[in-house]
């Protein structure tokens, strides 16, 4: 599975983003698909998953109610759509994959830059 996330940049305090990733390859083996991020000096955090069956989502408290992901299935996309963002949202974003039989995420994305200005 490779996995292609788009769709940073940066933005003012209380705007929004939408960011993508697109996955090809075996997708049909996909349990389950994530973002994380990782800020500065600090380690890399789970924002929010979406069962690739069901499409039933998980988020951060941190981001709850503002950032929703979604999947396009012909398109074998997920999508993290980010409202209100705050500048403590700044980081480094990594879409990734849980396949089916497997324990964890296993497959990364290259990661998409989001900056918050204050």
């Known amino acids: 599975v490779q996995l292609q996330a788009s769709g940073g940049g940066l933005v003012q305090a209380g705007g929004s983003l939408r960011l993508s990733c697109a996955a090809s390859g075996r997708t049909f083996t996909i349990y389950r698909m994530g973002w994380f991020r990782q800020a500065p000096g600090k380690d890399r955090e789970f924002v929010a998953s979406?069962?690739?069956?069901?499409?039933?989502?998980n988020y951060a408290d941190s981001v709850k109610g503002r950032f929703t992901i979604s999947r396009e299935n012909a398109k074998n996309t997920v999508y993290l759509q980010m409202n209100s963002l705050k500048p403590e949202d700044t980081a480094l974003y990594y879409c990734?994959?849980?396949?089916?039989?497997?324990?964890?995420?296993?497959?990364w994305g290259q990661g998409t830059l989001v900056t918050v200005s204050s």
């Open positions: 990734a994959a849980h396949l089916v039989g497997l324990g964890s995420y296993n497959y």
């Open positions: 979406i069962l690739w069956r069901d499409s039933r989502t």
